[in-house]
């Protein structure tokens, strides 16, 4: 493998991309093709499936061999935490490190390791959904704050064209109708499935608050949820609980 040189005038993209796949998933194959910068994985527990595709456009120079390569993605999480909010982020891709120069008040060049993984590309199951919902992520993201209060799952209902949440612990219980404009439901009514609360508060933890989050869902059965990091979407399936 040569050097491999990738800019991004925006470090905080990365940021965010790398924050929202490294809360779920600690290590994992980045692949880089012509096309762009992709990643899927699923995590030890075998609970969250995690796919990412960062298209070259977003890209200011994106020279780069197709390579696949394993990276410590909380050790990554940690340097792009240090990146402020004017830094522009330069990424060069050896046989043995992924070099990373944050520039802006300060020049910073960190060098992080590459890891042996296995190579074997995650297949995306094929799933069958009965409602899909567009939600305000901030909205969402209050509704599972509430939730929280009261215990570490969550049951979502659709019920007459209305997304419902409900959880209950020893403590109490809660009931939350998502409604207005902020909130839309399209396809089958009667829906009913339960999900982990701390995998749903980790997934949306990266969502822009102002932007839209997709939930696509059915029965008893995984959920996906989706929502855009700039131009680009990442998508989780989240294995359901019985109920």
């Known amino acids: 493998m ?13 940021q965010k991309v ?7 998933i600690s290590e994992g194959n980045l692949r880089f093709s012509d096309k762009g910068i992709g990643f899927k994985a699923i995590d030890p527990s075998q609970i969250v499936l995690v796919d ?16 696949l ?3 410590d993605l909380a050790e990554l999480n940690k340097i792009m935490q240090r990146a402020s909010t004017e830094d ?18 300060l020049s910073r060049h960190f060098k992080l390791p590459l ?8 297949k995306i199951p094929e799933a069958s959904f009965e409602a899909k919902i567009e939600v305000n992520a901030r909205n969402l993201k209050e509704a599972l704050k509430d939730a929280a209060l009261f215990g570490s799952s969550i049951i979502l209902k659709v019920s007459k064209g209305k997304l419902m949440l409900e959880a209950r612990g020893s403590q109490g219980q809660l009931k939350t109708i998502v409604k207005g404009a902020k909130a839309s439901v399209a396809g ?28 696509e869902i059915k029965s008893d059965s995984p959920i996906k949820v989706s929502y855009n990091l700039g131009e680009s979407t990442i998508q989780f399936h989240l294995a359901h609980m019985i109920i």
């Open 2 to 14: 040569g050097i491999n040189l990738i800019e991004l005038k925006r470090a905080m993209l990365w």
């Open 18 to 24: 790398i924050a929202s796949i490294s809360s779920l």
């Open 52 to 67: 990412f595709f960062l298209d070259k456009k977003n890209f200011e120079k994106y020279e780069v061999e197709p390579s």
């Open 69 to 71: 390569i394993g990276v």
């Open 88 to 105: 522009r982020l330069s990424m060069e891709l050896s046989e043995s490190e992924l070099n990373l120069n944050l520039e802006g008040d």
């Open 115 to 122: 890891i042996d993984l296995n190579e074997d590309e995650i």
């Open 188 to 215: 089958k009514d009667e829906i009913v499935s339960k999900y982990s609360l701390n995998y749903l508060i980790n997934i949306l933890k990266e969502a822009e608050n102002e932007k839209k989050v997709f939930l």
